[in-house]
């Protein structure tokens, strides 16, 4: 089989541009690779990590301080009391229905049928298939990628906890516009360039809330100008 067919195709498009977000990359790297070897009690503790961090990555964003140090479900439970899956409310709460199947199966099969859930005798077969884990691996592929999606075009930096810099490449852009950057010289002819946004967003993390909730406020106005 191809070794781009045993790929999560919609979390990794979902998680482009979050480059920083180097562990949850790599939870999702690791059960390609498990997919890849055929190891199906792997791939299942693996699809149950994944969402976890998934869903722990969503959480911070949005929840200052938050314990996620819970059980599987219940950090699912944390997710869908913050995130809705869509606007409108009956597909909301279908939506939810159906990721609270796949949280709970995944779960399910991880604890009784995953590689690190437990030991057993030194003769015994797991049961699980290659095609049953993949069917797992696919169905927590289309989850983490929705949610993820979901977190990122909902996610507003008035109320955000946690604020990544290139989630607004077009603010950034508007406020190295507005203010001179600053280059630092090493000598043997090499300078370091800092952008103004960079040094802001590094140094002065909540002037930089400020003026990125202003400046979207001011882009939303002008859009409904146009509209007019």
Sequence with gaps: ?????????????????????????????RLESA???????????????????????????RVAHANTNIEFGPLFRLVKGNLALS???DINNLLGLLAGQIVNVTGQLRNRYG????GDDGYHTNPI????????????????SCIYKKHKETLEPEVAYRLRYDDYPEFNDWLD??????????GNGNIIQFTASQMVFQH????????????????EEEGEDNDA
Excluded: C, W
Aim: glycine share 4%; proline share 3%.
């Design 204 to 219: 002065d993390i909540e002037g930089y809330r400020e003026m990125l909730v202003q400046y979207s406020s001011t882009e």
């Design 1 to 29: 089989m191809n070794e781009n067919a045993l790929r999560l195709p919609l979390s990794t498009r979902a998680i482009v541009g979050n480059e920083e977000a180097v562990h949850l990359i790599e939870q999702k790297e």
């Design 177 to 186: 516009e507005q203010f001179d950057g600053y280059n630092l010289p090493l």
């Design 35 to 61: 997919l890849l070897q055929n190891d199906a009690p792997l791939s299942l503790d693996l699809s149950k990590a994944f969402l976890e961090t998934i869903f722990k990555t969503i959480i911070n964003d």
């Design 129 to 144: 298939t290659m095609t049953e884990a993949e069917f797992i691996a696919s169905s927590v592929d289309g989850l983490a």
């Design 115 to 118: 590689a690190a859930s437990h």
């Design 87 to 89: 606007e409108n409310g």
